[in-house]
């Protein structure tokens, strides 16, 4: 499996995408304090807010050196971090109530096995919740650009790939939200000066001067917030949103 880890890092484009997805599985779990594996955790900071939610949870990942800053980095008592193969789970059958695997599956030609190791873990009223990138939207020219993955996939043939191991899918987009629905001058201003603000040359700007132009046009930060995504479950939106979301049943 292909290292690709979201930093325990804030100030980053990716931060609120992953945040949201994690904001997600806990409102998923409606209130419930439940035994979870965040499978693949990369920094913690995953796990580290699931446990902050209540849960008990343990946090796997393949990297010895990742395993081993998560443990200096979160302390708690319902928290534990393992170096561990999604492949090959170190659990007994019907372990957890949950499993959380985000932008995971997409990075090993054994994603079936691992697929079939969550459903083995995961109680039979549990959850399977993962994300996974669409294919069509990143990697638009049929090629995969992210040297991290060993394949991605269209939305027919992840929702087939999940069908064929799961008793029940429900697949969703992520889709960027922050403009969506407003229709002031500012968040039709802010759009435009967000997306000249990616191009190239013009991105290498400080950020500190990015998100001051950002907050005063729309009060905002220029990297994206998790109140910034939103889940879809129109096809057609899903089909063209960056990330699939999907909550399966063992």
């Not at 994206?224 to 999907?246: G, M, Q, R, V």
């Amino acid at each position: 499996m292909s290292s690709e880890r979201q930093l325990d890092n804030t100030n980053t484009p990716w931060w609120g995408e992953h945040l949201h997805r994690y904001e997600e599985a806990v409102r998923l779990f409606s209130g419930k304090k439940l035994k979870v594996l965040d499978i693949a955790c990369g920094s913690g900071f995953g796990s580290n807010f699931l446990v902050q939610a209540g849960n008990t949870v343990f946090g796997g990942d393949l990297s010895e050196e990742t395993i081993s800053d998560c443990k200096n980095k979160f302390k708690h008592s319902q928290l534990s971090f393992e170096q561990m193969d999604g492949t090959a789970l170190p659990y007994p059958d019907i372990f957890f109530d949950a499993v959380i695997s985000f932008e995971t599956i997409e990075h090993t030609t054994d994603y079936q096995k691992m697929l079939n190791e969550f459903k083995r873990v995961v109680k039979k009223e549990g959850l399977v919740i993962l994300s996974t990138p669409n294919f069509l939207v990143n990697s638009p020219h049929g090629v995969i650009i992210n040297p991290y993955h060993t394949q991605e996939w269209k939305y027919e043939e992840v929702l087939a790939i999940l069908n064929n191991t799961f008793s029940d899918v429900k697949l969703l987009g992520q889709k960027y939200s922050r403009y969506s629905n407003k229709p002031q001058v500012k968040y039709k201003i802010g759009r435009i000066i967000e997306r000249l603000l990616y191009t190239k040359g013009i991105r290498k700007l400080p950020i500190v001067f990015q998100d001051r132009i950002m907050k005063m046009i729309i009060g905002e930060p220029m990297y994206p917030l998790s109140c910034d995504y939103s889940f879809t479950e129109d096809i057609n939106e899903i089909k063209a949103c960056k990330t699939f979301f999907a909550i399966c049943k063992p």
